[in-house]
């Protein structure tokens, strides 16, 4: 047997006054939406349990037959390998948003002004310099994935997934600096290290020509970069192994 599993992340999406109060679903022309459903299988489940509302993550592991809560190995590891980054065993890996803070360091904009690839890049290029010297033997490695967003690695010896967020999610905050979120060296030493980082990232990003430009227009300059999400390589079995079953993947983000 043969199936095409169509996921819509995020397709209900709130409902909005720029469409009368409609949900972007509920004003779309969904004609080919509506014929899939008549010709396939259509259900309701609770992805995670029920109320739960699920990351984009956790849900796929869920959707593919996966406990989240014994294989999830944390956002960044998935963001990482999406850029084409291989992690190697003991890498930790951040999912970040280049941002926009104030003179106070205020977060006003979590995407600064989705900002383009094409400004991203070049950022992003300037912070591959960047080199970690207040923990012994660790390694940053930095690429840009699109628009806004980008992939920090940390590899070396003795670092760990439990350090804090830094992006929490909201404008009107202070950057916060990240924290161990266990009493181990590891995490210690992985918070040391993310914070050497984002301080040089914020001395690179606030003189780099690109955010000069920006302001000069009078756009929001991408000056800070807010890491979350801390992961490290997946230990999952194959799917062909767990389900027997063969299969090829089409996604965009």
Same mark, same amino acid.
């Given at each position: ?11 209900? +999406? ?38 739960? *509302?699920? #990351?984009? +993550?956790? &849900?796929?592991?869920?959707? /593919? @037959? ?15 390998? @999406? ?5 190697? *065993?003991?890498?930790?890996? /951040?999912?970040?948003? /280049?941002?926009?803070? +104030?003179?106070? @360091?205020?977060?006003? +904009? ?61 404008? #009107?905050?202070?950057? *916060? ?9 590891? &995490? ?8 050497? /980082? ?6 690179? !990003? ?12 009078? !756009? ?10 801390? @992961? ?15 299969? &090829? ?5």
């Amino acid at each position: 047997m043969k199936a095409v599993l169509v996921v819509c992340d995020g397709l209900g +999406d709130r409902p909005t006054k720029t469409l009368n109060g409609l949900t972007p679903l509920q004003a779309a022309n969904a004609e080919t939406f509506d014929r899939i459903a008549s010709e396939g299988e259509c259900g309701i489940m609770d992805v995670i349990a029920p109320g739960q *509302p699920p #990351g984009s +993550d956790t &849900a796929h592991l869920a959707l /593919f @037959g996966y406990d989240p809560f014994k294989c999830y190995p944390g956002r960044g590891a998935f963001e990482a390998l @999406g850029v084409g980054v291989e992690l190697q *065993p003991g890498d930790v890996a /951040f999912r970040c948003n /280049f941002a926009t803070i +104030d003179s106070d @360091g205020v977060v006003i +904009d979590r995407r600064a002004g989705r900002i383009s690839s094409e400004e991203a890049r070049k950022l992003s290029e300037a912070l591959k310099e960047i080199r970690i010297e207040s923990v012994g033997g660790v390694e940053a490695i930095f690429h840009h994935s699109s628009e806004h967003r980008g992939v920090l690695v940390l590899r070396g010896e003795k670092l760990s997934r439990c350090v804090s967020d830094v992006d929490l999610h909201r404008v #009107g905050v202070k950057v *916060p600096d990240p924290k161990p979120l266990e009493d181990s060296i590891e &995490a210690e030493r992985t918070a040391k290290a993310l914070k050497e /980082f984002l301080e040089k990232a914020r001395r690179i !990003l606030a003189d780099h020509p690109v955010n000069r430009a920006r302001i000069e227009k009078g !756009l929001k300059p991408a000056n800070v970069l807010l890491p979350r999400g801390a @992961g490290t390589l997946p230990e999952i079995e194959p799917i062909s192994k767990v389900w027997g079953i063969r299969g &090829a993947a089409i996604a965009g983000g």
